[in-house]
Structure formats: structure tokens, C-alpha cells
């Protein structure tokens, strides 16, 4: 956002203005000044988002060519939803997948069908490492669908998840929330802003969180966290923002129930739902994350802002947990359990800097919105692990696992991170759209990159590539509030890309860092925005097809890792957002895919034309509020998750599955506010996801939250 400084010329309308709205009519001052007045009115609340938060997307979302779906604060706040996990969960289009081990444990999702674990950005910076991510300091999160390496470097296939935080804004407020529910759950958050002189402020975000998972006995969450930042130079052509981040947690690791049984089952066996297969008194999941930033900005009196943005990020994974599984069928008819341990822990750290160079101008008679810019990143990825003496895996009953019982094995201890995996970027980006006239927009974007991968460990395992990728648009504007678009994008994925999620496994294929040229993939997508009810609703439709014709497989021939697989996602994308009138509002969406696995051997069996593991064909999301009365709203929505495999073979699935949710809000006074939320009305059987299979990870069952908000 460009901040224009303040005018006083503008302070006479700002006065009349106030007079307007707080319907005075006292007299001005002698010699023409008017009195000062204080107003106050609470902002209308909107799920519908009108720009990305990047300077890489010129225009407005409206006349952007590609799907763009925004999770805004108000939205994140009306469901009830209190981690990124949470707010995937909701989103249609987003399937989860599991870590295990050597996958690690930790935000998972998949867009439009492939993987994004690697793909996720906090202010449009990418992060290292895998990580389960909170949102008590975020404005937003923006899922960008579709191959996007031009705009967010290497992966970037099926699309990007980008955490938007909140940032120091110009006036004072503070806002403490609490949340009691089943379950015992207990959150408390604190929000506030002070401004500290005219081009100042400081904002701090507060968060604890302690408790357990509805529907899984022992099964318990304790998070904590704080997120300062403060501005300089508010409202002024030259600006900075540092921000410090630190979250902590210490959670009962679940890897749900035990589902593959050498074939013998296609959908997880019917258990009580809160069966836990773990051991209460061995395993933890723990986590760390630091995050600092440093952004500055100015903006040139010939329309054009310079912002650089610095960013040290320093995560710690580490866990002990129990994998449910059965040996065999003979263990399935036994109703024997075997738990065996995995346990890992992982070390992330990186050092980013990114420069942006954007604004807008006249060339040739035509508007350019025009952004370049170069960025420059080392991370690094470490791995530990815990050592315990003599066999530490067990047993238990199918349907009466005890958590309690004694583990097996020696006390683990931990064994030191090794050598790591350095990933260095350099990496320029250009991108511009033009304004042809009022109807027609055509834009395009190219982005360079120099990407080097290596083991220090091993030095014979490294990769480097140069990297080109580039996005071309048009978009036809039948009317100012709508449009309709055409875009043929690019992503690349090089080897060694996915050792910063699994610690040097590269891909379905395994091993170690391939000497392979990068996939590629791309993407074609037609589709149409438009802004109804005075521009208040945002309503959207999309056809897309992405493919990947150079995927990582086994060749039959040599037996040796290759590109010579062949993968493709083609469907239809619709969305909602805004409001209808000015007491309904509405957000949602219906994604309709065909995830393919046109060609690809795994070394030992052909899966050609099977449907990709952890897709699901059909989802949607739909959440909607009516303001009864002006305290007093009522809302509920449903998720819908279609029919997904698990494995290769399509021999294992999870059912499709409805979840109910309903909430209302209760406005006390200005400052306190009251919701209610009961999430999985009926207490659905869901399944996030799973790890090829072996076991079942279950969503949460029925909860009830109440939140209290008050405003100071």
C-alpha cells in the first residue's frame, strides 16, 4: 500500500465531514474554524478482499488473470478458526496430507493438486522448513491457485499460500479476546496499537492456547506466541516497518488410526472415533519459530515506490510419536496394533532479502503498472533425531489401545543435527501490464532465477540450475465491474526441492539429490470476475488445466530416476465473496478437478491413468451471516470433501464427508462483543489425510467455543 502524505488543505472537508456524520450542526468557530469532534463508528465487516497484498499483482483482484482466494481476518474470526491448518481445512480446492517422519510433521496442503508444503510465504517471503503455522498475527491468508513462478520462485505448481500479518496502523486501540469451549479449551489473545507521535506506532500481538482435540482422547494442544512491530514514518513518502515473531508449542503428537493392512482394507476400520494409538507418557511434538523483518520503503514524486524487505527466520520440529499400523491382514483379524516409533528433529534457518520496484506510468499513449525486482535468499535445513537403547515399537488392542501403558525401550536422547542442506536463490523478476484501453488489459511477467542446491555432508550430491519462468494475461472488461480473462503461467521445480520439507528425499521418486533438470509445469486458465450489488460481492468462475509433462519417475527401462512422467490437473473453479445486502453476508466456493496420473512407474508397478493420491475430485466451502437485528447476527456454512485415495493403486480411500457449522454473534455494547460457534454440528467421522496409507489422521468432532471481545 502507498501512503500519501497528509495535506492540510484537506482538514476543513475532513472537519465537515464529521460534522456530517455525527449529525451536528453546531456553529463554526470565529474566523471559519469549526470545532474538533470525535467519531467513532465500527467498520461495516466484508469477506470480500479487493487487491493481494504483493506490489507483484498490479491491478486489483478484479482484473487480475488468475484465482486468487483471500481468508480475510473477519472471516477467519466469524468461523471460529484458530490455526492455518483450520483455515485450509475450510478452503475449497485444499486437500491436507500427513508427515510421518521422514516427511515431517507439519502444515501439508495440496492446491489444485499438488503439493504447496514448500510453497508457503509470510508477507510474500518464502519460509523455510516444515512447520505448523498459527494465525493470531495474521490480517489474512491468501491462497494464489495455479503454476506461479514467475511471481513466487521455484515450486509454485498448483499454488502459493501467502500469511499476510498485521501491521501498525495510525490510531489507538486494543482488543482482548477470550475463548472458552469443550474440551477444555482455553485461548487467549490480546491486540494492541499505540501511536507514538505523528509518524509512529507500535503494534503487539498476544496468543495462549491450551487444549485438546474434540474427538481424540489425550490428544492436547498448548500454543503460545507474541508478534511486535513497529512503523516509522506513517503517512510519510519514506517508511519503516521492523517486526519480530516468536512461537512456541508443545502438542501431543496424532497420527490418528491404523488403516493399511496388506490390501485387506479399503476405507480405515470403524473404531471409536477418540481412540488414541499413541503413548501419553513418550511421545511430544515441539516446536519453535523467530522470525525478524526489517521493510523499507519510499515512494518517488514520479509515482514509483522502492521497498526492500529483509527477513531472518529460525524454526525448530522436533518429535517423538507413534506410527499406528498393521503387519499384515493376520494383525488386522487379530486387532493387533503395532506402534512403532518415528521421531526427528529439524532445524530451518534462512536469510532473505527481497527489493520491489513498482508504480505506474505512461508510455506510448498506454498506462503501465509496472513491478520489477531482484531477490536474494540462503537457507538452510538441518537434521537430528533421538536415539533410545534396545527396541522402542509395541503393541496394542484395535479397540482398546491404552495411552497410559508403559513405553518401550530406553529414555530417547538426543542425537545432534548433521551437516545441512544449504538451498542458495538469486533471482530477478519483471513484470508490467498494460492498459490498452478501457476494456483491454494485457500483461506479462518473466523471472530469472540461479538456484544451487548441496549436501555438505556429501558434496557429490549438488544441483544447480538457471531457472526461466513467465506468465502472460489478457483481460477483456465488458463493464468497469467486471471482467473476463485468459492466462498461460509457468512453474519450475528443481532437484533437491523437496529437502526442505524432507530432509534431502526428492519427490515420489526418493533418494537423494537427483542430478535432474527441474520439472515443469504448465497452466492454462479461462475464467470471468465480477463485482455485483454496487460492487460489494465478488463472484468468479474458472476453467483451468495444469500439466506436467517432465515429472519425476522411475524409467522402465534403466531402472533409474528420470523425467519421464507425466501428470495433469484440469477443472472448474467458482467463488464468492462479499456481501448481498448490507445485513447478509457470504463467502465460499466449488472446485470440480481431475487430478491424473497420465504416466508414472514407481519402479516395480505401472500407475498410468490412476487419479493422484490425497485429491479429492469434488470440494466446496460455503459460510454465510445475517444480521438479525443490529446486535445480533446469525451465521453456519458446510465443507464438502469428495471421495479421496491414498495410495498409488486406488485400492484405499477416504469417503466423502459433509461438515455442519453454525455460529452467532452478540453485540454487548461498542466495545464487547459475544459469538458462539459449534463446529461439526453432527460430529462427522472426518479424515484430514494420510501418509500413503498406512495410517488414517482424524479431523476434529463436535466443539462449542465461546469467544468474548472487548474493544479499548
Known sequence: MQYKKYDPAFKPIFAAMALTFTGSAGAAEEGGALPELSVSAKKQATYKADRASSPKFTEP????????????????????????????????????????????????????????????????????????????NLESV??????????????STGGVVN??????????????????????????????????????????????????????QSVELERKGIAAALALGLNTATRANVSFYHFESDDTPDLGIPFSAGGALRTPPRVDRDNFYGLKNRDFREQNADQITLRLEHDFDHGFTLRNTSMYTRTTNQYVMTRPSFANATALAAGTVTQQVRNSRRLSEG??????????????????????????????????????????????????????????????????????????????????????????????????????????????????????????????????????????????????????????????????????????????????????FDEKLSLTAAIFKTKKTDARSTDPTTGEVALVGDNSVKGIDLGAAGNITDKWSVWGGVVFMDPTLDKYWNGATDYSGNQSKFIAKRSGSLWTMYKVTPKFSVGGGAIYTGKRYVDDANTMHFNSTWRWDASATYEVSQKLSLRLNVLNLTDERIYDASHVGLFAVMAPG???LLNATYTF
Request: aromatic share 8%; hydrophobic share 35%; charged share 20%.
Open 61 to 136: 483482484l478484479l482484473d487480475t488473470p488468475k484465482s486468487v482466494t483471500v481468508i480475510n481476518e473477519e472471516l477467519i474470526q466469524a468461523r471460529g478458526l484458530m490455526s492455518l491448518t483450520e483455515v485450509l481445512r475450510t478452503t475449497p480446492g485444499v486437500s491436507l496430507g500427513a508427515g510421518e517422519g521422514g516427511t515431517p510433521v507439519g502444515d501439508r496442503p495440496f492446491i489444485r493438486g499438488y503439493e504447496a508444503s514448500t510453497d508457503m510465504q509470510v508477507d510474500g517471503i518464502r519460509q523455510v522448513g516444515r512447520f505448523s503455522h498459527e494465525i493470531f
Open 351 to 532: 536469510m532473505l532479502n527481497q527489493t520491489d520496484y513498482f508504480g505506474s506510468l505512461e508510455l506510448w499513449g498506454m498506462k503501465h503498472n509496472v513491478a520489477t525486482g531482484i531477490e536474494i535468499s540462503k537457507e538452510e535445513l538441518s537434521n537430528g533425531s533421538y536415539a533410545a537403547t534396545g527396541s522402542s515399537n509395541s503393541t496394542t488392542d484395535l479397540y482398546d489401545p491404552n495411552p497410559y501403558a508403559p513405553a518401550a525401550g530406553a529414555p530417547f536422547t538426543r542425537v545432534a543435527y548433521g551437516d545441512p542442506v544449504k538451498f542458495n536463490t538469486r533471482a530477478w523478476y519483471a513484470t508490467d501490464t498494460v492498459h490498452i484501453n478501457d476494456q483491454w488489459q494485457a500483461s506479462a511477467g518473466i523471472r530469472l532465477d540461479h538456484y544451487r542446491v548441496v549436501d555438505t555432508a556429501d558434496t557429490t550430491q549438488e544441483r544447480s540450475d538457471r531457472i526461466f519462468n513467465y506468465q502472460l494475461g489478457l483481460v477483456y472488461k465488458p463493464a468497469p465491474n467486471g471482467s473476463v480473462y485468459v492466462s498461460f503461467g509457468t512453474s519450475s521445480n528443481p532437484a533437491g526441492e523437496t529437502a526442505n520439507q524432507s530432509g534431502g528425499a526428492d519427490g515420489a521418486a526418493g533418494g537423494g539429490i537427483r542430478n535432474l533438470a527441474p520439472e515443469k509445469t504448465r497452466a492454462l486458465e479461462v475464467g470471468t470476475k465480477w463485482d455485483i
Open 702 to 704: 463436535r466443539s462449542a
Open 163 to 216: 500469511m499476510v500479518t498485521k501491521k501498525p496502523k495510525a490510531e489507538n486501540f486494543t482488543s482482548a479476546g477470550g475463548t472458552w469451549g469443550t474440551d477444555q479449551t482455553k485461548r487467549l489473545t490480546v491486540d494492541t496499537n499505540w501511536v507514538l507521535g505523528d509518524e509512529a506506532a507500535l503494534r503487539i500481538n498476544l496468543m495462549h492456547h491450551d487444549a485438546n482435540v474434540a474427538g481424540r
Open 142 to 155: 491468501e491462497i494464489i491457485k495455479g503454476p506461479g513462478s514467475m511471481q513466487n520462485g521455484r515450486g
